[in-house]
């Protein structure tokens, strides 16, 4: 059985969009779909609302075929060290989430997959998630189905976004990732936008993406399916 491989990018905003162009490129050659997170505020005072060129540019990706996939809602306001939404109780995390669909929603970017900022997520943000139309929650080891209840067990190999990109953790990132498509079931790379400029992390990335096609891995991205649209199958 083929793997699937699901290429996703975070942090994507003015200052680190360059880089996640390029590594978009990349993947168009080789036929590489991807998931793009995406948080309405980040650090440094940034507002996607404002950024209308990157907003743009995240429509056309999805237009050709990724995904867009909510990534939290203000990073920039949470505190170091700590997930924003890693110990949310419900209700704020509901809060939380009504102001990020919304933005997304303003930025016709609006999605029903959602992935917490390092892959945490509190059990109140999971409870919130579906009670704001939320379809597909993402962690670091594994994708649930909110509508059914149902949870694929599958890790992140990541680089950046609370994940470390050392040489040598690069190194066995691409070496995780070959052994995982050669078992086949679904093999999850992630990385952050800004470890996109830095050419070690880049390279680590493209070379995991490599392996996992060479070992006939499959092209996909984060998607959920309607049930009914499931049973008409």
Known sequence: MNAELIVSVSGIRDTTRD???????????????????????????????????????????????????????????????????????KHEAKLRLTAADRVLEQAELRTRLFAAPRWDASAGAIAALPETGFRLALGLTSILDLERNAAQKSRVYGIGEGFRAEPWWCRALVMGAARTARRGGVLRLAISAAQLQRSGPRQAMLDAVDLALFHGAVSDVYRWEPIDLMRAA
């Open 19 to 89: 880089a996640a162009i390029e590594f978009a490129a990349e993947m168009d050659r080789r036929d590489v779909r991807l998931s793009l997170l995406v948080a309405p505020r980040l650090k440094g005072k940034y507002r996607l609302v404002d950024d209308l060129a990157t907003q743009a540019w995240l429509r056309g990706r999805r237009a050709r075929g990724d995904a867009i996939v909510l990534h939290g809602y203000d990073q920039a306001a949470t505190k170091r060290r700590r997930a924003e939404f890693a110990t949310l109780p």
